[in-house]
């Protein structure tokens, strides 16, 4: 665990669970897909070839809302896991919550995980067979819990959420 003073990125997250997922099942490897939806931050101008990759990207089938990770690998009660990771203190927009929601309405594992070790804690549950079927948060280095006890930012309605 890194120290509290530490805020890691996104993307440092997004790496960090990666790497230890790698390591902990490297014979499903391949089975943990990151799906490339990040719209890159326009410079001063917005128009011209920015302009051009939205269209693009739209056009190719890009959907806002769409997690960074899927894991294509099913289990006895769902079809396989999206993760949309969040750094510690980041925000869920409408449309992702609307994502995982449908996911989970037709069978798919869906979380929000605050952290790698979140999504670390989230994944081994999954593989496991122990990860509920329904949409979930998983506060920075904390327990599962239905992502309506949760506020926007992963802070358990009324309370921190539990550090590890």
Not at 118 to 130: D, E, I, M, S, V
Request: glycine share 14%; with cysteine; net charge positive.
């Amino acid at each position: 665990m890194r120290p509290a003073s530490v805020t890691a990125s996104e993307d440092q997250e997004a790496a960090a669970f990666v790497a230890w997922f790698r390591t902990a099942y490297p014979s499903l490897a391949g089975c943990l897909i990151h799906v490339k939806n990040e719209t890159p931050k326009p410079g001063k101008e917005r128009g011209g070839a920015f302009a051009g990759l939205i269209a693009k990207q739209k056009r190719m089938g890009t959907l806002k809302g769409t997690p960074d990770y899927f894991l294509s690998i099913g289990t006895d009660e769902m079809h396989g896991l999206f993760i949309e990771m969040k750094k510690e203190g980041g925000s869920v927009k409408p449309e992702q919550v609307a994502f995982l929601q449908g996911a989970a309405e037709r069978g798919y594992g869906a979380v929000v995980a605050w952290g790698w070790s979140a999504a670390a804690h989230a994944t081994a549950r999954y593989l496991k067979g122990t990860l509920p079927p329904y949409v979930l948060g998983v506060p920075y280095d904390g327990e599962p819990v239905a992502l309506g006890v949760l506020t926007l930012t992963g802070k358990v309605r009324g309370k921190a959420p539990t550090q590890g």
